[in-house]
């Protein structure tokens, strides 16, 4: 999945600029502005120019899967974990630095602008502060902490770009931003209405939903679902490498010299993206929200189960040769059992990666931060695989669950996922949290705020599960059943055909959210005071 860099940063500075308007007609001025961006996608780009040199690449994209399998070859234990104690990740298509590789093996304007000098690489962050920062004109090449460490390039101790890890890519140091902390003034705002606003705030999507579900201690943590679904859990100062396929990511760092918050995460390549599957590919139905109504027409899957791996298995298997497995099907099967398999199969996900709970974290409470792109139900289930990897790992079995984000409006989700995981379901009234933790960071990074702790808690609404845990244990051993047979499905030379075929370009859509009780979607947030 492809999108167009320049899209990305024409829609931010729309909104910035009617943003900026608005609040001069209203006598208002910016604190600051907070970033919450796609982490993994890469974009690079002729730093004399300012053009693009190849789309960026989304998050979710696979075609680097052959990279993947050479370079774990090349690897002293032929092992997709060799890296890790380095990084925190496994080889995989997932992470930007497979990426830049796979751009370098078949670009040629990429492999020239390196040789000349010229390139520039960067997540969605860098890219758009560089260009809210003057781009060819004095623009700024700056990351955060959070998504540096989603590169596979930044040593997760040092939290410096790591010589080793660059090496063995063979991509070189010149072509990376500086890593600064989440919450600082990194520039400001070179042109339009808001010109000479500080840009003061950043982190990757995930990690806003972190600080903005204010798991702010070790054993705190949030599971974000959206088109995936991303649990990150607080484990305090020290980086924990997990034995279970979770990734060990930067949480936050609230100021240049601030502490470093390490997290695990979980993570889950097809939450949202089924459902919209349902609705786009096969038409059974013309809103993403009618799915409830399927859903509940019947009052179960009639053993039906859904392993939607469309681009593979993230945690805790990290197998990009897998694909997805409908099994079950009988005379008896209808569109309905199939859309309730659908909302199981996301709530199951989930379960399996917090079964590997870590043995070094302390803490109970999970959160659930999101998306506000399908509405619904499709998420609850994904979750109980995520539950049940961080339960094995810490043997302390989560007792509440958070959970934010646009699709938790739906009653019948929330339900369904406090049954599938055996725990309570909390909502706060605020539901989207991911914009509100990069609010959090610029507010931080202008001063606004000095304790986050205090920040103000949420009214919550909260769901009990209601079926017996024998029922939950069967379904879950069969659903772990059907992931067994979606496994090891592509070989090499068939990824790469298929997905030279079915690359699919996409624009993304970032959205403005104002700290004044109003935020829209996730992207840029605005820290607001009167002037």
Partial sequence: MEQDPLQLVSSVLTCLEEVGVALQSQGRRLSGIGISNQRESTVLWDKTTGKCL?????????????????????????????????????????????????????????????????????????????????????????????????????????????????????????????????????????????????????????????????????????????????????????????????????????????????????????????????????????????????????????????????SGLFAPYWQPDARGVIIGLTNYTTKAHLCRATLEAVCFQSKEVSHWRLAEVQGHIIAIGGLAEVQGHIIAISLQLVLDAMNQDSHLPLALLKVDGGMTSNNLLLQLQADILGIPVVRPDMSEMTALGAAIAAGVGAGVWRDVTQFPRQHVSQFEPQIKPDDRDRRYARWREAVQRSMHWVSSEEHRRLSDAGRKKATAVFSLGLLTGVVVGVGLVLALRRS
Avoid at 60 to 88: F, Q, W, Y
Avoid at 162 to 191: H, K, M, T, V
Avoid at 261 to 282: K, T
Wanted: hydrophobic content about 40%; charged content about 20%; proline content about 5%.
């Fill in 54 to 310: 190849y789309n960026a690449i989304a998050w979710c994209d696979g075609r680097a899967a052959e990279v993947a399998g050479k370079m774990i070859d090349h690897t002293l234990s032929k092992n997709k974990d060799d890296l890790r104690p380095r990084c925190g990740l496994p080889i995989n298509p997932y992470f930007s630095a497979l990426k830049v590789c796979w751009l370098m093996d078949n670009c040629d304007q990429v492999r020239e602008a390196i040789e000349d000098g010229r390139c520039l690489f960067g997540t969605v962050d860098t890219w758009l502060i560089w260009n809210l920062t003057g781009g060819v004109a004095g623009g700024l090449h700056v990351t955060d902490v959070t998504n540096a460490s989603r590169t596979m390039l930044m040593n997760i101790h040092s939290l410096q770009w790591d010589p080793y890890l660059c090496s063995f890519f063979n991509i070189p140091q010149s072509i990376l931003p500086q890593i600064r902390s989440s919450s600082e003034i990194y520039g400001y705002i070179a042109e339009g209405a808001l010109k000479g606003v500080p840009i003061c705030g950043c982190l990757g999507d995930q990690q806003a939903a972190l600080v903005g579900q204010q798991c702010f201690g070790p054993g705190d943590a949030k599971n974000t679902y959206g088109t995936g679904c991303f649990l990150l859990y607080n484990t305090g100062q020290q980086p924990v490498m997990s034995r279970h396929g979770m990734l060990t990511t930067v949480g936050y760092q609230l100021g240049p010299h601030a502490p470093v918050v390490y997290a695990l995460e979980g993570s889950v390549a097809i939450g949202g993206q089924s459902v919209r599957w349902l609705r786009d590919n096969l038409e059974f139905f013309k809103e993403a929200r009618d799915i409830e109504h399927r859903a509940s027409s019947v009052k179960d899957t009639g053993d039906v189960y859904f392993v939607p791996a469309f």
